[in-house]
T-cell receptor, first 114, second 112 residues
Framework: EAAVTQSPRNKVTVTGGNVTLSCRQT?????MYWYRQDTGHGLRLIHY???????QIGDVPDGYKATRTTQEDFFLLLELASPSQTSLYFC?????????????FGSGTRLTVL | GDSVTQTEGQVALSEEDFLTIHCNYS??????LFWYVQYPGEGPQFLFR?????EKGSSRGFEATYDKGTTSFHLRKASVQESDSAVYYC???????????FGAGTRLKVIA
């Protein structure tokens, strides 16, 4: 069973604060993703990566940085957090192959920016 | 760009009712189509997929048929249970391109 672990589960910060969300997958998947989930918008892709040291820009990247340090670890960085970044964040991984592959999601990090 | 539209934002049913959640897509190519389900406090999880026209995907009593003509992939279940209460996401993705496009989600509440 694929395993994606996110930490912390909940985070509260203030406007202008510095936040790092962590994600680790133990599935040997090459692809990892960061999504945000907001009511009425569903899941929106922030950044993704296809391997250590690689970073690809998603659909809503403004205000976010990401870094993939190893195959297992993918971090999302908010260097100057704003209230508009209050959201539920999900990390996901997928297995490379010749067809569009299933995403495996973590349990999410709820971020509140005051 | 590509998009996925789920018509219903919320659906409320009684146990043993028939479920339909509508999903229509707009795509420049020939994507695979997916349904994901998200239970409270959890991340979305894969339900099933279909990769070509007229293919039916199914799992746990849910099913959907890829219809290229009507650009649809509607989710159906003959008899829902309270445990089916969750948010359901329709999505598309292309072979060789790992970016998914998700619909806005449909929240299903089943009353016992």
């Amino acid at each position: 069973e694929a395993a994606v672990t996110q930490s912390p589960r909940n985070k509260v910060t203030v406007t202008g604060g510095n936040v790092t969300l962590s994600c680790r997958q133990t599935n040997s998947h090459n692809y990892m993703y960061w999504y945000r989930q907001d009511t009425g918008h569903g899941l929106r892709l922030i950044h993704y990566s296809y391997g250590a040291g690689n970073l690809q820009i998603g659909d809503v990247p403004d205000g976010y940085k990401a870094t993939r340090t190893t195959q297992e670890d993918f971090f999302l960085l908010l260097e100057l957090a704003s209230p508009s970044q209050t959201s539920l964040y999900f990390c996901a991984s997928s297995d490379p192959g010749s067809s569009a592959e299933t995403l495996y999601f973590g349990s999410g990090t709820r971020l509140t920016v005051l | 760009g590509d998009s996925v539209t789920q018509t219903e934002g919320q659906v409320a049913l009684s146990e043993e009712d028939f479920l339909t959640i509508h999903c229509n897509y707009s795509a420049s190519g020939y994507p695979a189509l997916f349904w994901y389900v998200q239970y409270p406090g959890e991340g979305p999880q894969f339900l099933f997929r279909a990769s070509r026209d007229k293919e039916k995907g199914s799992s746990r009593g849910f099913e959907a048929t890829y219809d290229k003509g009507t650009t649809s992939f509607h989710l159906r279940k003959a008899s829902v249970q309270e445990s089916d209460s969750a948010v359901y996401y329709c999505a598309l993705a292309y072979t060789g391109n790992y970016k998914y496009v998700f619909g806005a989600g449909t929240r299903l509440k089943v009353i016992a």
